[in-house]
Every structure is written in C-alpha cells, then in structure tokens.
C-alpha cells in the first residue's frame, strides 16, 4: 500500500476536480490520489467548494504559503516565546498573559503580543509538542529512559477508525465533533489528555493523575463540561459512553 502524503501537487488537483465532476466521495478521491480524506476535503473547501473547485486555480492559491511559511507573531523573538511557554506551562490562559505582559515587563517592547496571536501560534503547534512541554515542567525534561522497554500496552478491543467517522466530522464543516490523544511522560510518571475540536482547532488540556480508562474518563468529563456551548455536543454524555465501554473491555 502506498504512503499516504498530504502535500497536493497539481495532479493531484487535477485528479480531485474529476473527481468531483464525477460525484465522488471525498474518501474515493482521497484513494485515487493516495491521500488522506480529510486533506481532500480541506482543500476543496478553502477553493470554491464542490461547485466552485479549479484545479489550477487551487493550485496557484495554494503556491505562496508552500514558498513562504507563516511566521507567528510568539516565534518573532526568542525572549517573547520563552515567557509565552512558561506562562503557558504554569496554567495561565492567552487573554491573561497578554494583559499581564506590559505590566511584568513594562521596559521591554519586544515582550509584547495579543491573545489572538498566541492562539494562532498554539493551532499552529503539533499537539503532542505542546503537550509534550507542559509534562517537562511536571517531570524535569523529557528524554526517553535507557533499559528494557517496557511491556506493550494490550490492544484495544473493538476499534474504531478514522475512516469509519462520519462525514460531517471528516469535513470540519460541523462543529461538536472533537478528536482526542494520551501523551505520556518520562517513565509513565506523568500524562496528560489533549482534546480538539475538529471545526475551530480549539486545544484542550487535561492534566492527568493516573493513566486508567476511569481516571482519564472522569478527568475529561470534567474538562468537556467547561467547554462553551458553541463547540460542545453533548461531549460529558459522548466520553461517558467511551469511558463506560473501555472499562468494560479493560
């Protein structure tokens, strides 16, 4: 089976436009070009949608930010990022550290930034690196440690894939639908579950004491029951029913 990439070149667009001339699925495009749906579905809809899609109109589109990658407002001064990260770490939220900056740091301009920035910078970050940095601050670093492996986790009973999701899900289109991961720390000592929201990117983290299907289920209930209304979908009652089945099969 081929490797599955996610950059689109024109062929690919070109591919992708027949195919929704043909009234093809986004996952039959998606095989027909060996790519994952979801980037399908993403680039038609940031060029035009089913009706609107060109190829090559998509492609010039979609040429400058392959040439020029985005720079964040946080990544523009190393002494910025460093505060940002450490407040970050230590619970405060983008809105608190963008208002408490020009007070810790009144003689220093370059230590200024706006809440939406610093939100456009942790969407912009891989989940399991910030995650990832938030756990060094529990642990003292993150280097892997040297011996034997432990025991492989036992498989999960009944899986559910990513392909099996529901259309509405896989297109971004609806909000409510969120997508979650486990982060362990340095020798299982430490964990913690990162929750996003498929449509906005918004970024949950939830600090875990323990790494069992009750305590990670009783700790993002917890999480989900703070979640504005708007991004919500019934998520107590959805991770409820996960906890419940995981527990069972345990």
Not at 51 to 62: C, I, K, N
Not at 89 to 106: E, K, V
Not at 188 to 201: D, H, I, M, N, P
């Amino acid at each position: 089976m081929p490797a599955v990439r996610n950059m689109l070149t024109l062929a690919d667009r070109e591919e992708m436009f027949r195919g929704l001339v043909e009234g093809l699925e986004y996952k039959e495009i998606a095989r027909l070009i060996s790519r994952n749906p979801s980037v399908v579905s993403r680039d038609v809809a940031r060029h035009g949608g089913r009706a609107g899609y060109r190829a090559v109109a998509a492609d010039e589109s979609a040429a400058p930010g392959r040439r020029r990658p985005k720079v964040y407002a946080v990544d523009r001064s190393p002494r910025l990022r460093a505060v940002v990260t450490e407040l970050l770490r230590g619970g405060w939220s983008p809105a608190s550290i963008a208002g408490r900056l020009p007070r810790d740091y009144a003689g220093d301009q370059a230590v200024r930034v706006s809440h939406d920035a610093i939100y456009q910078w942790l969407h912009a970050q891989p989940v399991s690196t910030l995650a990832r940095e938030l756990i060094a601050l529990r642990t003292g670093r993150t280097a892997r440690r040297s011996g034997p492996r432990p025991a492989p986790a036992p498989r999960i009973r009944e899986p559910r894939y990513l392909d099996e999701r529901p259309a509405e899900a896989d297109d971004r289109q609806v909000p409510g639908h969120w997508e979650g991961d486990l982060v362990i720390g340095k020798g299982g000592k430490s964990a913690v579950a990162t929750l996003v929201e498929r449509t906005f990117r918004f970024l949950v983290l939830v600090p875990l004491s323990g790494r069992d299907a009750l305590t990670v289920g009783d700790a993002i209930i917890a999480a989900a029951g703070t979640l504005p209304p708007r991004i919500a979908k019934q998520p107590s009652k959805m991770f409820a029913e996960l906890v419940e089945a995981n527990a069972s099969t345990a």
